[in-house]
């Protein structure tokens, strides 16, 4: 029964769904963390009678058609770039992004990936990097006896070295035409993929940029009331695709009784 196979698409598609929502939830104290949904598509339709065909020889049309779709598909689950909320935290090396770009980060295997987890720490060397310890580009490099580490909105990073005060580097941001087209890889990282478009780099302040917030860190865009409201519209769909299946079989079991 035709029933049955859409039923099943939708519980699917709403266990896909709930997955989403579970990340979502598991995610809400990340740092930098952009939430996602999931967006649906209808599956093709089988025409049994076609809309405007014709119905006789004088030319009259059919006005609606019989149509049966064969359900439902998860066609994406696109990030939700919103602005996640400022919270501070009092470590000189932390900084928040406010508005448009991310922070450029080295990756071992050469390439370049994209976070706006700005919890930065400072390495042995004293390069500024990341809590997995990639590097900060450009790189910074704040010496072994600088104190009063300071970060301008505008990216530049300052400390005072000896009795003096000395720039030690400007954090550039990266902005994209097409957000939603990184390709997250874990670890508070993105990669920029086609659908993104190529990284335009610029300074905090500039326009089309953000600016950085020392002492802060951004988190995650999570609202939890949303999601548990999600998370029971999935349930409940869930539920009726589930009671479908039920309802198809008990019709297929009362026709093969009368035979």
């Known amino acids: 029964m035709r029933a049955l196979n859409i039923a099943a698409t939708g519980m699917l598609a709403q266990e896909t769904n709930v997955a989403v929502i579970s990340n979502n939830i598991a995610n809400m104290r990340t740092t930098g963390y952009k939430r996602q949904r999931a967006d649906f598509a209808d599956l093709y339709y089988q025409n049994l009678t076609r809309v405007g065909s014709q119905t006789s020889d004088s030319g009259t049309l059919v006005p609606a058609g019989v149509q049966l779709g064969s359900g439902v598909r998860i066609v994406a689950t696109p990030r ?40 930065l720490e400072i390495a042995a060397d004293g390069t500024l990097v990341t809590q997995e310890g990639f590097a900060v580009v450009p790189r910074i490099v704040v010496p072994a006896d600088a104190r009063d580490i300071a970060v301008s909105e505008q990216g530049a990073v300052q400390a005072r070295v000896g ?39 610029g300074n905090p302040g500039d326009p089309s940029y953000g600016t950085v917030l020392q002492f802060h860190l951004e988190a995650a865009n999570v609202v939890a009331v949303s999601e548990l409201s999600n998370l029971i519209a999935a349930q409940r769909a869930y539920e009726m695709n589930s009671r479908i299946i039920r309802a198809a079989d008990e019709m297929l079991s009362a026709t093969s009784n009368m035979t």
Do not use: H
């Not at 922070?103 to 071992?108: D, G, S, V």
């Not at 550039?172 to 874990?186: C, D």
């Open 163 to 201: 009795d003096t005060s000395q720039v030690l580097g400007q954090i550039q941001l990266t902005t994209f035409v097409n957000k939603a087209g990184l390709e997250a890889i874990g670890d508070n990282l993105f990669l920029e993929t086609e659908a993104s478009g190529a990284g335009r780099a």
């Open 80 to 119: 939700v770039m919103s602005q996640g909320e400022l919270e501070r935290t009092d470590n000189d090396t932390d900084i928040a992004i406010r508005g448009e770009g991310y922070l450029r980060i080295e990756l071992p295997n050469g390439q370049v990936g994209y976070t706006r987890d700005g919890s």
